[in-house]
């Protein structure tokens, strides 16, 4: 029986492939991530700051990233969240095309009036 998706262990383990990294080191192409800790853990500026050198192809703390679109899944406030990228595009404008636009994609999961 073959089911879409669903590999045998022993299988997946042996077409295991180098990874290609997003972030070196850190994340994983082609992969979910996510950031879990406590409120005020700087979970969403970490978060941000990743995906947007991802999104515009610069270092992220020294480690090399992958320049490729981003969809940023936003589960708190939205208008917080977009203060938070104009005050990142704005420290980071030396490193980045000033006219250019990331390839970065908000999604919001709570809802907004």
Not at 16 to 27: A, M, N, S, T, V
Not at 90 to 106: F, V
Request: charged content about 25%; glycine content about 8%; proline content about 5%.
């Amino acid at each position: 029986m073959t089911l879409p998706r669903v590999k045998r262990l022993k299988t997946a383990i042996e077409s295991l492939q180098p990874p290609q990294w997003l972030i070196d080191g850190i994340i994983e192409q082609k992969t979910l991530t996510a950031l879990i800790g406590k409120p005020g853990s700087f979970k969403t500026f970490i978060a941000l700051d990743m995906a947007l050198c991802i999104a515009h192809g610069i270092n992220w703390h020294g480690r090399k990233t992958e320049k490729r679109p981003v969809v940023y899944c936003c589960g708190e406030g939205v208008s917080g969240f977009y203060r938070r990228a104009a005050g990142w595009l704005i420290a980071h404008r030396e490193e980045i095309d000033a006219d250019g636009d990331p390839d970065l994609y908000i999604l919001c999961l709570l809802y907004t009036s």
